[in-house]
């Protein structure tokens, strides 16, 4: 089992900047993938970004430019540093690990960017 526990969320005006962060613990050791996903009121779950183990990272074209996925591996911490927020990038954002199949998912945390 992997437990994913996200944090960081809130409140931010247009352009403003956030960092989210998930928190990983169980059985970390063969992790494959981290990734984010967000979903907004009545839309679906979408992929924002991903790192894998050897730190290769990808975006969605909607982010890309603004935000940052990185990881600090001796505390199990994946975060996504998003600059230059648009109130399009309000959802709820979700940490997603996979590992070998099985994928596994956090609570999620909310983002809100308006004025």
């Known amino acids: 089992q992997v437990q994913l526990v996200e944090s960081g969320g809130g409140l931010v005006q247009p352009g403003g900047s956030l960092r989210l962060s998930c928190a990983a613990s169980?059985?970390?050791?063969?992790?494959?993938?981290m990734r984010w996903f967000r979903q907004a009121p009545g839309k679906q779950r979408q992929w924002v970004a991903g790192?894998?183990?050897?730190?290769?990272?990808n975006y969605a074209d909607s982010v890309k430019g603004r935000f940052t996925i990185s990881k600090d591996n001796a505390k199990n911490t994946v975060y996504l540093q998003m600059h230059s927020l648009k109130p399009e990038d309000t959802a709820v954002y979700y940490c997603?690990?996979?590992?070998?199949?099985?994928?596994?998912w956090g609570q999620g945390t909310r983002v809100t960017v308006s004025s």
């Open positions: 997603h690990a996979l590992r070998g199949t099985t994928g596994y």
């Open positions: 169980g059985n970390i050791a063969t992790i494959n993938l």
């Open positions: 790192i894998s183990s050897d730190e290769n990272t």
